[in-house]
């Protein structure tokens, strides 16, 4: 079946640090890759996503690639600040699934140092 | 306009007690979803609605677990004879629906239940 694989947290990074988060999935049709992030007390908000392979998402100076050759849809910043202190969840969609339910990673904890 | 928006916010029941989480979706969103986060994990599919058609039950742990959407909009889900491993956060979120291109979910803020 469809999963999602995240690195385990906490991420501790010092403000204006490069950040990755690693992601990689399991599909067995044609999924649209998201990363989801909770803000402390705030729901879940969409920060980025790419529907098809090599397709780069980008939001707010976070990027990510989906690459299907390695399975991956790592998150990356160049910049860090301390608002960023978040949980980040990566996510998928399998459009052979007509309901476009969202199959979620376990979550990765970010908190950025002043 | 609003988000997506849900009541109660905190919950909690006794074991044994019956709940009921209400979840009102953006206004015009024909998809409905809810989802199950326990503590430190990702959020799990419970089910999903188109309208008021509940298409895909396929998440819901057990048969005490109950949704519904009656008139295609508010969606109740319903918990008979809470258990201790039902304390979660339940979150609903609503998308356009339709192609690919409005397939955006929209959580609300959750409900966090508490068994005790």
């Known amino acids: 079946g469809n999963s999602v694989t995240q690195m385990e947290g906490p991420v501790t990074l010092s403000e204006e640090a490069f950040l990755t988060i690693n992601c990689t999935y399991t599909?067995?049709?044609?999924?649209?890759l998201f990363w989801y992030v909770q803000y402390p007390g705030e729901g879940l908000q969409l920060l980025l996503k790419?529907?098809?392979?090599?397709d780069k998402g980008s939001n707010k100076g976070f990027e990510a690639t989906y690459r299907k050759e390695t399975t991956s849809f790592h998150l990356e910043k160049g910049s860090v600040q301390v608002s960023d202190s978040a949980v980040y969840f990566c996510a998928l969609s399998d459009r052979k699934d007509s309901s476009y339910k969202l199959i979620f990673g376990s979550g990765t904890r970010l908190l950025v140092r002043p | 306009g609003a988000g997506v928006s849900q009541s109660p916010r905190y919950k909690v029941a006794k074991r044994g007690q019956d709940v009921a989480l209400r979840c009102d979706p953006i206004s015009g969103h024909v998809s409905l979803f809810w989802y199950q986060q326990a503590l430190g994990q990702g959020p799990e599919f419970l089910t999903y609605?188109?309208?008021?058609?509940?298409?895909?039950k396929s998440g819901l742990p057990s048969d005490r677990f109950f949704a519904e959407r009656p008139e295609g909009s508010v969606s109740t889900l319903k918990i008979q004879r809470t258990q201790q491993e039902d304390s979660a956060v339940y979150l609903c979120?609503?998308?356009?629906?339709?192609?690919?291109?409005?397939?955006?979910?929209?959580f609300g803020p959750g409900t966090r239940l508490t068994v005790t």
């Open positions: 609605f188109q309208n008021e058609a509940q298409l895909d």
């Open positions: 599909a067995t049709g044609y999924p649209s």
């Open positions: 790419a529907t098809k392979a090599d």
């Open positions: 979120a609503s998308s356009l629906g339709g192609d690919l291109s409005s397939y955006e979910q929209y």
